[in-house]
């Protein structure tokens, strides 16, 4: 049964069968909404269209309409897009019983394969023909398993995948459960269709698993996963067939139909705010209210952390102790191998490990938790308070700009008045301001990273690095509190670009933290540090460049993130990684810069905008052009 918490794995099971009916299918456009909702529309034989729609964590099925396509496309969705737009749907097919689905692609000679998990969290991998993870929707650590980039993807441990006359006898024999709860929990069957289970087989659901007859039980399964299809939505959810004591309000010729009914469209908010067509101040006053209500959202949950420390102190205290002198003895991939393979209440508590931060995941009180081994149960909490009170003041922040006076914007300046930007001392390296006004500067090559590292990083300023061999020392030069555009300007200049991934790890560290001198018997080349202590990290980074044409308050070519491209520019284009050398990318994002400039204009221009200017901000590698912009037309 389908509610709107989520589908079943018998759910799944009855959606694939209906769309695997449709093959063969090809993929055209790909969108994505939200954090979690993907929509899809695929062509089939004789002209059929259908619209696919996929809510990680949630549900996934076959829809009459999908939403409004989303203003500015996401990174992953164009990440899909590049790889398997036009590929052909070689099959679909569900993980075992679990709440995991496979998309099987073929596009020219590769093949590959898009793995959606609608449990918890949910998430969206693609995958090439080996199970090779390529780029997942989100990076994800556990204790037996990882999804990353260039890992195998692992398919999780949960439940009894096949169910043959051997797996229900090992289970019934060794359940410590009564028998409905043995196969709602290690078949997935859920509570109710367990309950049906018991029914069909005509077992009493409390009695002891191991008095059922192996026999009598797959044959009770089987004929429930072999119902055809006659889908219902009733008072308590949507269902593919209609159970005792279900009372249909409504009836479907398929499932898809009635999960479609069943599910609202999920929500793009830009495309919504875009159709009102509100004054900027509104625009802004409305941002801002969301804001303090996500901040005030992040502040609840982050003092629920804190109470839950407290709530289980000595529990923690003894995780923190125990790992503490497991870290002395043994490395971080023994002691996890150690917690995967351990059955102590305490270790099945411990979610994920971050053996760079010395840190573990811990659910407590039902709060997943991040604990520091090195520091008490005081500390961590002291952490969260932290990170309460950078909230609290961004709540502040917050409210004071929602009440500030909108001044009118000003007039254009003629194109006659436009001043090219004087040269300034950090236009020799790479560089970007942020959106609260912060110079960020990068290194192009060694020599620049050498003299960043040595000349420009003193008093308050953070050094910043791609979590990879090779890219821009970054420097910010004072404080600030848009990291996200850091950590892209860090992530998006480094050799992550030039080896075509989509995102990585970023870690900033403060200058005492630096150094030129190597431990004895080590050498640092040229353009390279050491760091020392415990850096911040910021996971799972997406790379992407913005460059584009600012002709207030003084001409020039400019680049960076997106936001803070944004802010200033007048004409910009979006770079991904991709098959364009730089020198050609340069001068693609020239003529595309062109197009939107009146012709008048361009004239005037052509001192500062060139293909040099444009190409400094070019990220090392391959890149395409994935998106223009016009602000003057979206600011009219």
């Not at 850091?486 to 050799?495: D, G, I, K, L, R």
């Not at 308050?553 to 991904?576: C, D, F, H, Q, R």
């Not at 810069?593 to 008048?600: G, S």
Request: glycine share 6%; with cysteine; charged share 30%.
């Amino acid at each position: 049964m389908a509610t709107q918490q989520g589908m079943s794995s018998i759910d799944i099971r009855t959606m694939l069968y209906e769309i695997r009916e449709r093959l063969p299918l090809w993929i055209g456009k790909i969108y994505q909404y939200n954090t979690n909702s993907f929509g899809f529309r695929l062509n089939g034989e004789d002209k059929s269209k259908y619209n696919f729609l996929v809510e990680c964590g949630r549900r996934a099925h076959l829809t009459d309409n999908l939403p409004d396509s989303p203003q500015n496309p996401s990174g992953y969705s164009m990440f899909l897009r590049k790889y398997i737009s036009g590929s052909r749907v070689l099959d679909i097919k569900q993980y075992g019983l679990q709440r995991i689905f496979t998309i099987k692609i073929g596009k020219t000679e590769k093949e590959y394969n898009l793995i959606f998990e609608i449990f918890n969290e949910g998430n969206a991998v693609l995958c090439d023909e080996n199970f090779i993870v390529i780029n997942p929707l989100k990076r994800l650590h556990f204790r037996d398993r990882e999804i990353v980039s260039g890992t195998e993807y692992i398919f999780p441990e949960s439940g009894t995948d096949d169910i043959t006359i051997e797996s229900i006898r090992t289970v019934l024999e060794n359940s410590e459960r009564d028998l409905v709860r043995t196969l709602a929990s290690d078949f997935l069957l859920g509570g109710r269709y367990a309950e049906e289970v018991c029914r069909t087989a005509g077992y009493d659901k409390t009695m002891n698993p191991a008095e059922a007859e192996p026999q009598t039980i797959l044959n009770a399964i089987e004929e429930l996963l072999s119902r055809g299809t006659n889908a219902v939505i009733t008072k308590s959810g949507c269902w593919p067939y209609p159970l005792p004591g279900e009372e249909p309000v409504s009836s479907f010729s398929s499932f898809n139909d009635a999960l479609s009914a069943y599910f609202p469209l999920p929500q793009s908010a830009a495309k919504d705010a875009k159709k009102e067509k509100l004054p900027k101040s509104e625009i802004i006053r409305r941002r801002q209210q969301e804001a303090i209500v996500n901040f005030e959202k992040k502040i609840a949950e982050l003092q629920e952390k804190v109470d839950a420390i407290y709530e289980n102190y000595q529990d923690i205290s003894g995780i923190i102790d125990t790992l503490r002198d497991a870290s002395s003895k043994l490395s971080w991939q023994e002691i996890e191998e150690t917690l995967k393979n351990s059955s102590l209440p305490a270790a099945k508590s411990i979610e994920r490990i971050y053996p760079s931060e010395s840190a573990v995941d811990v659910m407590a009180g039902g709060k997943e938790v991040k604990i520091f081994i090195n520091e008490n149960p005081e500390a961590n909490a002291s952490r969260y308070y932290g990170e309460i009170k950078k909230y609290k003041k961004k709540k502040a922040g917050a409210l004071v700009a929602m009440e500030k006076f909108m001044p009118k914007e000003k007039p254009a300046k003629k194109r006659q008045d436009y001043k090219p930007q004087k040269k300034k001392w950090y236009h020799k390296y790479r560089w970007f301001v942020t959106s609260d006004g912060v110079l960020v500067i990068g290194g192009q090559d060694a020599g620049s990273n050498e003299d960043i590292g040595k000349k420009y990083l003193e008093g308050r300023d953070y050094f910043v690095h791609a979590d990879v061999h090779g890219g821009s020392v970054v420097v910010v030069k004072g404080e600030t509190e848009i990291w996200d555009e850091v950590a892209e300007f860090a992530a998006s200049y480094s050799n992550a670009w030039k080896a075509g991934h989509f995102n990585c790890d970023v870690y900033a560290a403060k200058p005492e933290q630096v150094s030129k001198t190597a431990e004895s018997g080590e050498f640092v080349k040229r353009g390279a540090f050491i760091i020392r202590g415990e850096r911040r990290y910021f996971r799972t980074i997406g790379l992407k460049v913005a460059i584009g044409l600012q002709l207030e308050p003084e001409l020039a070519v400019i680049g960076g993130p997106e936001s803070a491209v944004k802010k200033t520019a007048a004409y910009y284009a979006v770079l991904l990684p991709g098959k364009f050398e730089p020198n050609d990318t340069a001068k693609k994002v020239l003529r595309e810069l062109k197009k939107m400039i009146p012709e008048e204009d361009i004239k005037d221009l052509k001192t500062v905008l060139n293909t040099e200017s444009i190409a400094a901000f070019v990220p090392p590698g391959g890149s395409d052009i994935v998106e223009v912009v016009d602000m003057t037309k979206e600011n009219s």
